[in-house]
Every structure is written in C-alpha cells, then in structure tokens.
C-alpha cells in the first residue's frame, strides 16, 4: 500500500508541477504569445509591437505619410515628414521586420481602406538573408501574415514549459507589482521613447568617437548569424509587390538601406562573403526599384556619435538627418555619401 503511494507520488508530483508552471506562464505571458492579457499587465517581458501598432491603425484616422521598418527605424521621428509633406505621419516600424511585416501592413491598411498618400520604407541588408526566419510574431498575427505559413504549434508550449519563460514571468510580474503604471513602449506617433520630441538635426557639439571592438564585434555576429550567402528572392518578390500595390494606390514610396557603423560596415567588407553579397543585394534591389543607398563610409556613419549603444542603431537625430536627404533639403549640410541616390536599373520590369 505504501509502494503505491510512492508511485502516485513521483507520477502526479511532476504532472501538477509541470501543469503550475505552464499556468503560470500562461497567466503572465511574459512574451505576449497569446491575444489575452488575463493580469492587464501593460509591459511585459517582450512586447508584441505588431499587435499594438495594427490596434492603432484599425482606430486612428487614415495617415498621410507612413515609416515602415526594424527597429533601426521606429526611433525615428515621423513629425519630420510632414515638414516635407504636410499631413499627419505615423511610425509603423516593428522590431526585427523582414520585408513581409511591410508588405503585412500596406495590405492590412488596404483592407480597412486606410492607405497612406506617402511611405518610407528602410531595409536591412542582413534582413534579406534566406535563412533568416520571418518573425515569430508577424506569423502569429492573423491581420498581417498574407503568407501560407503559420507559427508551429509546439512554439506555444515550448515556450510556456521553459524555465526561461517561468524567469520571465517572475520577472515582469515583479515589475508589474512594483509599478503597475502604463508607460506605452511607442508614443502616439509610433517613435520608440522620446524620439517624437527630437527635432535637431545635428546637436550643438559634435564628438568624434569610435566603439570598442567588442561592440564591433557583437554588430558582426549578428550579421553573421546565419550563414549568409543567399539573398532571399521572396523578400525581394516582396520588394517588386510594394510597389505594384503603391503603383495601384498612386502612393509615392521612398526605400532605403539603413545604415551601419562605419566599423561594423569595414568588417563586412573584410569578409569575402558577406562583401560580395552586400555588393549583390545593392545590386539585385536596383533591379527593381531606386532607392537611396545609407549602407557607406561617410563622416556620419563612420563616427560612434550618431549612434545608440551598439553599431546598429542610429540615434533620432541621425534618423532626422537621413530624412532630410531623402527630402532633399537643401538647408541641412549632409556629407555627399550620405544616402547615394541609386536609380533603378533602365529595361527591367
């Protein structure tokens, strides 16, 4: 009789153990992996910015002017634009974008019949990788993935039955407790933190500085990941459909490539692979439409200065200073490699 409850005890101890942490988890939702918020908890561990910038856009007003982009890109300013082209402008830019998560939201936005009259699209060089997954969080979400693909099933469970999910939870149910006051990730217009409120173009001294070389390095790991030989040829299928939908629309659109640190972009170009790619993807998005190039060497790029806490990221008054040369402003000095305006190569489709 004792044996049996010895063994009841090792059968149904791990069963409810197991069973708490994934309710637990489940409760919390640490990486917002489902659509309930059971708790009302406004900032989780990870934040599914797609489903909150598509809540936005389902209630705002039609946009004039549209970013779209990483997050190299929702640290800009979109109230810069309308200096240039008037109306109301909203950043859409979600963390770790492919070229889907566009496409994703212009054809959203054209079902609610919310188009924009302008949009800005930056590119990622190193997005375009073909082993480069789409985003877990853009095949979650039924209003953006236009694709025949969805999220495993065995992603959901994975996740709730991890430890990491279980330090998480802990994590930001501490948070929540201690300060259970909402401070959204993106103010009304889209920007990260504070980026709406910046709008200098150069501050008032200007320091030469440069990374340490374990910044330069962490920026070229996350390049090279995954082996990046092949460009992916449905991202760039999804280059050619933005502009047929914005074509279709009468949409002025505006694509460029994101810029990098001047020594991260030097080790790429010491890499033999990762240079001859870099030079083919240029290459092969001229094929379909003009762009303007902020992937160079330039006074710019190549001092620390105009960037964040690593070689990726720009600062918002970088972010002002690439709107300003694709706006053409002739009253903001710009160094001349500075966004190379590359045209579309004439006799293609």
């Not at 720009?314 to 590359?342: E, M």
């Amino acid at each position: 009789m004792q044996i049996k409850r010895w063994i009841q005890f090792y059968i149904f101890i791990p069963i409810i153990s197991i069973s708490l942490i994934f309710t637990f988890n489940f409760i919390i939702d640490p990486y917002s992996m489902t659509q309930y918020n059971i708790l009302n908890i406004p900032n989780k561990f990870a934040r599914d910015d797609r489903k909150e910038k598509v809540a936005k856009l389902y209630t705002e007003e039609r946009y004039t002017n549209m970013l779209f982009g990483s997050s190299h890109v929702y640290s800009m300013n979109p109230l810069i634009t309308e200096k240039y082209l008037g109306g109301r402008s909203y950043n859409a830019g979600v963390g770790t974008a492919r070229v889907e998560d566009h496409l994703g939201f212009l054809l959203y936005l054209e079902r609610i019949k919310k188009l924009p009259k302008n949009i800005i699209i930056g590119l990622d060089f190193y997005s375009f990788n073909q082993n480069l997954e789409t985003n877990k969080y853009f095949l979650l979400n039924d209003d953006l993935n236009f694709l025949e693909q969805t999220a495993s099933s065995d992603l959901y469970f994975s996740k709730f039955l991890s430890l990491d999910a279980l330090r998480a939870s802990f994590k930001t149910l501490k948070n929540f407790l201690k300060d259970s006051q909402d401070t959204p990730r993106f103010d009304k217009f889209g920007s990260v933190g504070t980026a709406s409120s910046v709008l200098s173009y150069y501050p008032q001294k200007i320091e030469h500085t440069s990374f340490d070389k374990k910044k330069v390095e962490d920026g070229y790991k996350d390049v090279k990941t995954l082996q990046y030989t092949d460009i992916s040829q449905n991202r760039l299928q999804y280059i050619k459909d933005i502009t047929l939908l914005c074509q279709k629309h009468n949409i002025n659109y505006t694509f460029f490539i994101t810029p990098l640190n001047g020594q991260l972009l030097q080790k790429i170009e010491q890499d033999t692979v990762l240079s001859m790619t870099l030079t083919t993807f240029k290459y092969q998005l001229s094929l379909i439409t003009n762009y303007y190039d902020f992937l160079t060497h330039n006074s710019i790029n190549d001092n620390r200065f105009y960037f964040g806490g690593d070689t990726m990221h720009t600062k918002t008054f970088t972010g002002n200073l690439v709107l300003a040369r694709l706006f053409h402003d002739s009253n903001i000095s710009l160094p001349k490699n500075f966004g190379l305006f590359a045209p579309k190569i004439e006799g293609q489709p």
